[in-house]
C-alpha cells in the first residue's frame, strides 16, 4: 500500500467526518467537562486566596443594604 493511498483515505475520512450529520458528536460532554473543570479551578482559586470570607461579607452586607436589616 503506498502512502499516498494511505492520504487519500485519511482525508475523505476527515473530509466525510467534518460534513457528515455526526459531526459534533460528543462535543456536548467536552465543553461540559471544561465548563466543570474552569469552575473546580476558580473554587479552588477562591479557597487558596482565602477570598471565600471577603466574598461571603460583602454578600452579607449587600444583603443587609438591600433589607434594610442588620440591626
Avoid: H, P
Avoid at 1 to 7: D, G, I, L, P
Avoid at 10 to 20: A, D, F, Q
Avoid at 57 to 67: F, L
Wanted: net charge positive.
Amino acid at each position: 500500500m503506498s502512502r499516498f493511498s494511505r492520504f487519500t483515505r485519511w482525508r475523505k475520512t476527515v473530509v466525510s467526518r467534518m460534513r457528515e450529520a455526526g459531526r459534533d458528536s460528543g462535543a456536548g460532554f467536552v465543553e461540559y467537562a471544561g465548563l466543570m473543570i474552569i469552575i473546580a479551578g476558580i473554587f479552588v482559586m477562591i479557597d487558596q486566596l482565602g477570598l471565600d470570607g471577603l466574598i461571603s461579607g460583602a454578600i452579607r452586607n449587600a444583603v443587609t443594604q438591600v433589607t434594610g436589616g442588620g440591626g
